[in-house]
């Protein structure tokens, strides 16, 4: 065996089973046209196209396992893929930022893992050619720490971690009441307009759907029992309705957090932040912390109010493939946060931060372009008076979040790094150093120009390829002069 090329290995026997389970959930479309060729009757071309998904799905399965070759040489990770079409790619060990392992329910009870070989070009790439979708873990394990070993010096990855890092203090460590009460504060109504769009589709399909005034009319030209007690009890009617969304609401978010943050752990390693969380999948992640570029502490009135807020760590790395904000701290206190805070160099704002307000200009404009909407929707109150309520309402509301924003809005310049604080319900409060920032803009429009203020945008590298940090309404003086500071102190 060459040892600068390492001996070819294949994916685990077992990744078909893994690999033909992914496959089927992708194959959503198929099962639709399926499930619509059943409801009407033509049951022979259902089967047909039942068979036909079916059998293409296992060989392309097996194809691709039978296809797929590694090698681990000394240098370098070969990958070859491709089932007509060949790909032979190559990743040096000095291009490789991170290795990700991660392992879903079926492969922990396959006893496989996911390597993800996260690089400059392609940070989280999901695509198969760039990973090991499934391999035996312990193989897993010895590829990222061989990979992180000869790694070179000051590249965000030191050393492999030999130790186990449950041995040592965790940095944070969520118990199960703790990720419960996270999910609560993580209340989602983005699951309701989903069901909401599924119960359309099958209701159209049906001819039941209830979204539609037809629907209803019919059901009380039926004189339903049920109909008419609601129709009796309308405000409680309504009530149960909201409380139903609301208890839909927390069950999605405790839900989703459950799967996401289960038995969240934090450690301190050689490398970096090493993240462990997961129900179903399991993930573990180290973020090097020459890497991060900004880091943002997340909250809310409710959240202030108990004392609890969640940490974000902006890299140049992507989160798990997707996201460019890394969690590190779902739900902590300030102490917590501290603590992670100090592993990367970095201080805790002080409570008596001298914030500089951005210009009252930023709730003004909008509670004028208010009142003119509000006051057109009163003149046509007399022909549509509950769209014309339902509209006075939002704009109010619209008015009073502006009004509350501008007061938490805030910024400071220290020495070494910039502080922006920002939201009303969704709170933020960015630390950016000043070494991070890529760029810092001034920009203006007609409005803005009118009342003399300007807004300030730093654009900061990430994962993502690019993040913006953004003051609304500066007085154009005030925007021009941090601006040049910003620029001045490192020499943008």
């Known amino acids: 065996m060459d040892v600068a090329v390492g001996g070819a290995e294949r994916l685990h026997p077992m990744y078909f089973l893994a690999g033909l389970a992914g496959s089927l959930r992708q194959m959503v479309g198929g099962y639709a046209v399926i499930g619509y060729l059943a409801a009407t009757g033509r049951w022979r071309m259902a089967v047909l196209l039942l068979v036909i998904v079916t059998v293409a799905t296992f060989v392309g399965t097996f194809l691709h396992w039978r296809r797929f070759e590694y090698r681990v040489g000394a240098q370098e990770i070969r990958i070859d893929s491709g089932i007509l079409s060949r790909t032979h790619r190559s990743i040096p060990f000095d291009r490789i930022q991170d290795v990700n392992v991660s392992q879903g329910l079926l492969a922990r009870l396959l006893g496989i893992a996911r390597v993800e ?27 990222r720490n061989l990979v992180r070993a000869r790694r070179p010096k000051g590249c965000g990855l030191a050393v492999p971690d030999t130790s186990d890092a449950s041995d040592a203090p965790a940095l944070l460590a969520m118990d199960l009441r703790r990720v419960l009460l996270a999910g609560v504060f993580n209340f989602s109504l983005a699951v309701i307009a989903g069901l909401l769009g599924v119960a359309k589709t099958i209701g159209d399909a049906a001819g039941l759907n209830f979204l539609k005034r037809r629907f209803w009319r019919q059901m009380l030209e039926a004189g339903s029992p049920v109909v008419d007690l609601i129709m009796a009890h309308q405000v409680v009617a309504i009530l149960a309705g909201v409380i139903s969304l609301t208890a839909i609401g927390l069950a999605a978010g405790i839900a989703r957090t459950v799967l996401r943050d289960f038995r969240f752990r934090l450690d301190r390693t050689t490398s970096g932040l090493r993240r462990r969380r997961g129900l179903l999948t399991v993930t573990d992640v180290t973020l090097p912390i020459l890497r991060v570029q900004a880091a943002i502490i997340g909250s ?45 160099g970095w201080r805790f704002p002080e409570p008596s931060v001298p914030w500089t307000r951005s210009s009252s200009t930023y709730a003004w404009s909008v509670t004028a372009l208010g009142a003119v909407m ?5 003149v046509c109150s007399p022909a549509v008076p509950w769209i ?70 730093f654009g900061v590298a990430s994962g993502r390829g690019y993040s913006s940090h953004h003051i609304p309404a500066v007085l154009r003086d005030a925007a021009f002069l941090l601006r040049m500071q910003v620029l001045r102190s490192y020499n943008i």
Not at 126 to 138: E, S, T
Not at 309 to 327: F, I, N, P, R, Y
Not at 408 to 428: A, H, N, P, T
């Open 117 to 143: 070989f996260e690089t400059g070009g392609s940070a989280g790439d999901k695509d198969d050619d760039g990973a090991l979708a499934g391999i035996p873990l312990a193989r897993a394990e010895a590829v």
């Open 300 to 344: 809310g009135p409710v959240r202030a109010k108990l004392g609890w807020s969640d940490l974000k760590l902006q890299s140049l790395a992507k989160d798990e493939g997707t996201k460019g904000d890394h969690v590190v701290a779902p739900l902590a206190r300030d102490p917590e946060v501290a603590a992670i805070l100090n592993e990367l």
């Open 374 to 378: 509000a006051t057109a929707l009163l």
């Open 388 to 457: 014309s309520l339902g509209g006075v309402i939002a704009v109010a509301v619209l008015v009073v979040s502006r009004w509350l924003c501008w007061h938490r809005f805030g910024y400071v310049l220290e020495k070494d790094r910039l502080l922006i604080r920002s939201g009303w319900w969704q709170r933020r409060l960015i630390i950016l150093p000043l070494t991070s920032i890529q760029s810092a803009d001034v920009t203006e429009n007609f409005v803005s120009r009118y009342f003399g203020t300007a807004a300030v945008t």
